[in-house]
Structures are given as C-alpha cells and as structure tokens.
C-alpha cells in the first residue's frame, strides 16, 4: 500500500493538493517525474550511473538503488503519473534524526535559461550557498517519545545564517535539542554520529576522495542526506549514521573536468563539522 512518507523533510511534499513521493512498505520511494526536461534528466542519470562501471562499489552505496520507473495513482488522486522507484533510504530507521543539504555555492546548470538562473542566484545569494558553499533545505531531529520530532519551519530554515548552521549542526548530535534559542546544545552524539571510523565524517570524507578525481558528472542542486537513530545511540548501539546523495535533475556530463562547484561545497560542510 503506498502512501506519503512520514519522514520527508525537504523537497516537493504531497500536500494540500500537491504531486509529490510516496512510499511503499518494502523499501522503496516512488518520486514523480516532473514534466519538463528535469523528469528525463533524473531518469537519464539514474539509468546512467547504475550500468556505469567507472563508479567503485564503495562510492555506489552513497547513492539510492534505483529499480527503474513505473506509473502510479499520482498523490493527488489525479491519475497514472511516472515515477522514479528508488530505495526508501530511512525505510529501516524507526525515528530518523534527518538533514538535508544542499550543496554548491551555484545551484543552476550550465544550460539553463536565464529566468531559471535569476531565480536559482536569487535563492543561493539571500541563504548561505554563496557564501558557505551549502544550505540547509530541511531538517529533523528526534528528541524523545514525549518530545517527538523537533522541525524547524521552512521560512526560518531559509533564513539561516553561517552562525545559524554552526547552532543547527550542532543540534543535530545533542540531546537537548529545542526549538528554544537559549539553550546551549550538548553536542552528546557528535563522536559517535559524527566521529568514528563509521561516522558521518568519515563518509563526508570518503565521499570527497572521489570528488577530487571523478570528471563524470556534475552534480547541480544535488543534495547530502545525513541520516542518524537516536534511539539507538542513546542505548549504547550504533547510531546507524549514514550520508546519501539525492536530487540528480540537474545533473550534466562533466566532460573530463573536476566539479569544482560541488566538490567545494563538500569541503565546506566537511570542515564545519569537524569543527564540533
């Protein structure tokens, strides 16, 4: 049975009449193409990157599996519509503390349209892209079963500043996470969810040694899921920390040349993590 993911914190959400993912209960995610050339581009890359065999195995596991495109009952219950079926990546997480990240001081592609660029310069100046090299889209962190999730506001996530992230990082592996401004996080979880041979740094880092080789791909507004079990942690068990990619709509060949752009924005969020 499909139905809307309980744990989407960014992107199009299908609500209040609006397309967007749906979820089965055997670990797969089902994102509707969209309409113009992002929907083929998506599709393009994800068919590209499965049968490409310059992609080391340990570098694929960054990446959702891909099982194709099938048509679906759209969420909106407007009819058969395409969608991407890809790994449901928090399917085996019971309360992910979840943040989305998108990265690149530049999030347009090379080719697209002039209006297309404005409104993406526009986005990427007014948040931290410009000057950072990353955004935070979204977030959640899990506090308790009383507490339940704590999840920011769109309109206060788009008006982050550098210092904002640094807090939200921060937040992130605390155990006192709150929505209230005055209270200083803890930073509990940081050497195990960021720490350790396993940890999210750990990934960040493997994630960059391709980057500062692989001429593939360029990868415009793509996003770093970090993707981590409080619960878990808390007793004493692995935080199951994991970093995925996702959004590949504004992927371009990269034609023998670095992505410079993305690779950027990696050392930048890598650097204000290692910083906590």
């Known amino acids: 049975m499909l139905k809307v993911p309980d744990h989407q914190v960014a992107g199009h959400q299908a609500c209040d009449g609006m397309v967007g993912p749906l979820v089965d209960d055997s670990g797969h995610f089902y994102k509707p193409l969209q309409n113009d050339e992002r929907g083929s ?6 068919t590209s990157f499965s049968s490409n065999n310059k992609i080391p195995n340990h570098i694929r596991r960054f990446f959702p599996l891909f099982h194709g495109t099938q048509l679906i009952e759209a969420s909106d219950g407007s009819g058969l ?6 790994q449901d990546v ?3 997480y019971h309360n992910p503390s979840i943040m989305d990240i998108k990265i690149g001081s530049r999030t347009w592609y090379p080719e697209a349209s002039d209006e297309y660029i404005q409104k993406c310069f526009k986005k990427d100046r007014e948040s931290t892209s410009l000057a950072l090299g990353f955004r935070i889209s979204g977030l959640q962190v899990h506090g308790s079963k009383e507490s339940g999730f704590w999840k920011p506001d769109k309109k206060l996530i788009k008006n982050f500043t550098a210092k904002d992230v640094r807090l939200v990082l921060r937040k992130f592996v605390s155990s006192n996470t709150s929505a209230d401004s005055g209270v200083d996080p803890d930073c509990f979880f940081a050497s ?7 940890g999210i740094l750990a990934q960040l880092l493997e994630l960059k040694a391709w980057f500062e080789d692989q001429t593939i ?4 507004s793509c996003s770093v899921l970090m993707i981590y079990d409080k619960d878990s942690v808390s007793k004493g068990r692995s935080s ?3 970093v995925k990619l996702v959004d590949f709509a504004h992927v371009v060949e990269g034609k023998g040349i670095i992505d410079h752009n993305f690779l950027g924005g990696l050392c930048s969020l890598i650097k204000f993590i290692s910083e906590i």
């Open 41 to 46: 581009a998506e599709v393009a890359f994800y």
């Open 81 to 86: 519509h395409p969608h991407l079926v890809l």
């Open 90 to 92: 928090v399917s085996s």
């Open 192 to 198: 195990t969810v960021y720490g350790g041979s396993a």
């Open 217 to 220: 791909f360029h990868l415009y």
């Open 240 to 242: 199951g920390a994991e």
